[in-house]
């Protein structure tokens, strides 16, 4: 299981200030990736089921493969929130895209295809619907692993997806993630953290695991405990999450499957509370 960076990747640092278009092709396969991803949490929770929104994810996964065999990945993608750039309007969300050794801005890119506006219209309206579903439903970051071809990998990247567009809504009414999965009722519960707040990625462990909210709570208590036992100084990572710290714990992670995709999880890119 490819991990998320703790911290900044090096890459990132070298070129954070650089959103020159030197690797178009594979920018323009990210932008097509991050339309299709617009549409899954567009329209997905409105969906009965999983099967409503299949071809959608059918072509995420086309995506994926293309994009995984481009050179330079590692072993994933990254989609975070930045601060706007000066001349854009202050209620337009922009993103920083990082993929191996891609790595650019939405609000870049979105200028320079708006010198071909005509030519380029669909892929400017396909960013600013992603950045905006990110948005409405509280995505920061977005960390996204490849499955490659293991179609039990797929079937999790699936139902990890499903979960993440169903989160918000949950949130806002206090209940359970319910919906059919081929044929199955999944009803997963809302999980929160150690302090009380509702947390997507100890959500999609419980909901890819099928443990109930009383079974993550112990979960989050063993991880807790074995912390404090063993001694070892906490990471970054599971000083932010109690996710983080299920899955800095080796004999609690060997048993659960950890989501391919997770939701605000980049320690470094926020002040601790």
Same mark, same amino acid.
């Given at each position: 299981m490819v991990t998320p960076p703790v911290l900044?990747?090096?890459?990132? $640092?070298?070129?954070?200030?650089?959103?020159?278009?030197t690797e178009e092709p594979g920018q323009?396969?990210?932008v097509e990736l991050l339309n299709q991803l617009g549409l899954f949490f567009k329209h997905t929770p409105d969906a009965k089921g999983a099967r409503a929104t299949a071809v959608i994810f059918d072509q995420i996964i086309q995506r994926l493969r293309t994009i995984e065999k481009l050179p330079g990945n590692s072993g994933g993608l990254i989609f975070r929130r930045i601060a706007g750039r000066e001349g854009i309007a202050e209620d337009k969300p922009d993103y920083r895209i990082l993929c191996g050794s891609i790595v650019f801005e939405g609000s870049e890119i979105l200028h320079r295809l708006g010198k071909n506006r005509n030519t380029n219209r669909h892929l400017t309206n396909a960013l600013d619907l992603a950045f905006g579903c990110f948005v409405e439903h509280g995505i920061f970051s977005l960390?996204?692993?490849?499955?490659?071809?293991?179609?039990?990998?797929?079937?999790?990247?699936r139902l990890a997806l499903n979960i993440v567009a169903r989160f918000h809504y949950a949130v806002e009414n206090n209940a359970s993630i319910t919906f059919r999965y081929f044929g199955r009722a999944m009803t997963i519960p809302l999980i929160r953290d150690q302090r009380g707040r509702p947390d997507a990625n100890l959500t999609l462990v419980a909901g890819l695991n099928g443990l109930t909210a009383t079974n993550m709570r112990e979960l989050v208590k063993q991880a807790e405990a074995f912390s404090q036992l063993s001694g070892k100084?906490?990471?970054?990572?599971?000083?932010?999450?109690?996710?983080?710290?299920?899955?800095?714990? $080796?004999?609690?992670k060997t048993q659960l499957i950890r989501p391919l995709v997770e939701v605000n999880n980049l320690p470094w890119m926020h002040d601790e509370d």
């Open positions: 900044p990747t090096s890459n990132e $640092k070298s070129r954070s200030g650089d959103t020159s278009i323009i396969l990210l960390y996204i692993e490849f499955p490659g071809d293991v179609p039990e990998h797929i079937d999790q990247l100084k906490a990471t970054a990572a599971s000083n932010f999450s109690s996710y983080n710290l299920i899955f800095d714990v $080796k004999s609690l």
